[in-house]
């Protein structure tokens, strides 16, 4: 049996990757929120877009968020084994080569954007690649080992897909799009900080400068505070800007306030048992905020065409 | 005659590398049906309606 010892030596049998591994490099997971707010983005665009376009949109959209996971996994494999969250992902578990990964990576990138492109638009095919470059590359390879700020910029590669599922659409990049980039951008580091707060231990040994093991869990908590509090601000702006009616508003007020309730909950926990509770506990409401944030966007949008609401 | 004997290892990773072989086989297929769905799609309406020559 043939062994491949690859450069950071991690040694996978070579063909010994089974479909589950290749589709575990994608991850599926990071992958359905992309995909759930791509749509939203493409549903809530103004204009029409034929539906075999559409879902072939979507897909090169999530094939292209998965080949910047595998871009990750390959570039990231030294410190994915060292934390027990990612030590099983398919490099450090030794069951696909970086090699492997690598090829992964670029093919379904440059397939995503080829076809994304040829499908819709060159906007929105820009934006892909613009999105898998910035995670791959700015987040990945230089941001997340040398700055506490890494996923506040890096964030931003998370919160481009409805910004191209709009595009796809609309061929253009405007404001109300602009609006929900920003809302994902600004959630990221409440659910990043919060996840970071329970699991410090994991990214201290790893050597990821995370903002709890730079400058400590009071500044974190004060950080995922404040960030709280602009992040239920600026989900008031479809509002605001008229892209979205009461109904909608209503489901912001009630979610952002728990959201906020929680934040200001951790930022006043003292011993560090109900730190870590209060900490999962706003990762765990974070996952749920976004999609009922984008869900009501969709739902409002529905009901005011259909003349349900005004 | 009695059938070769196969290293259990060797007979488990032929069993992985054929269903690889399925999984490509499937995306390749969806590739096809994809750029052939977008033609169809990027031609109009008027892709099936025969005109005189």
């Known amino acids: 049996m043939a062994f491949v010892d690859d450069s950071k030596g991690y040694i996978a049998t070579a063909g010994g990757a089974r479909v589950e591994d290749y589709v575990a490099l994608l991850k599926p997971r990071v992958m359905s ?8 983005g493409l549903l809530l ?28 996994m390959w570039y990231d494999a030294d410190i994915d ?8 992902r398919p490099i450090p578990a030794g069951r696909v080569t970086r090699g492997e990964a690598l090829a992964v990576g670029i093919i379904c990138s440059g397939f995503s954007v080829a076809i994304l492109g040829l499908a819709t638009n060159w906007v929105a095919a820009a934006l892909l690649a613009f999105t898998i470059f910035f995670y791959a590359v700015v987040y990945t390879m230089w941001l ?9 910029i890096g964030g931003a590669a998370g919160a481009f897909p409805p910004m191209i599922g709009w595009a796809a659409v609309t061929g253009d990049i405007t404001l109300p799009s602009i609006v929900l980039f920003l809302i994902i951008f600004l959630w990221t580091p409440p659910h990043f900080w919060a996840l970071a707060l329970y699991k410090q231990g994991d990214y201290g040994a790893a050597g990821i400068p995370m903002l709890p093991n730079v400058a400590g869990e009071s500044a974190t908590k004060f950080q995922i505070l404040l960030y709280s509090i602009i992040l239920v601000g600026t989900t008031f702006l479809p509002s605001a800007l008229h892209q979205a009616g009461w109904l909608y508003t209503v489901i912001a007020a009630m979610t952002g306030t728990s959201f ?8 006043r926990s003292h011993d560090n048992l109900t730190m870590k509770k209060v900490a999962r506990a706003l990762f765990t409401y974070s996952l749920s905020y976004l999609a009922v944030i984008f869900f009501a966007l969709l739902v409002d949008h529905v009901a005011l065409l259909a003349g349900w609401i005004k | 005659m009695s059938s070769p004997i196969v290293p259990q290892d060797d007979e488990a990773r032929r069993r992985r590398q054929r269903r690889n072989n399925i999984a490509l086989g499937i995306v390749l297929a969806a590739l096809v049906a994809i ?3 977008l033609t169809i799609v990027k031609m109009g309406p008027n892709v099936f309606t025969q005109r005189d020559l």
């Open chain 1, 33 to 40: 929120l992309v995909v759930f707010t791509a749509i939203i």
């Open chain 1, 260 to 267: 906020v309730y929680l934040a200001a909950r951790l930022y």
């Open chain 2, 35 to 37: 750029f052939y769905m």
């Open chain 1, 81 to 88: 084994a060292i934390m027990s969250r990612t030590a099983n």
């Open chain 1, 45 to 72: 665009a103004p204009g029409g877009i034929n539906p075999v376009v559409a879902i072939i949109a979507i897909l090169c959209i999530a094939i292209g968020a998965g080949g910047s996971g595998a871009l990750n």
């Open chain 1, 144 to 152: 997340k080992r040398s700055t506490p700020q890494n996923i506040v």
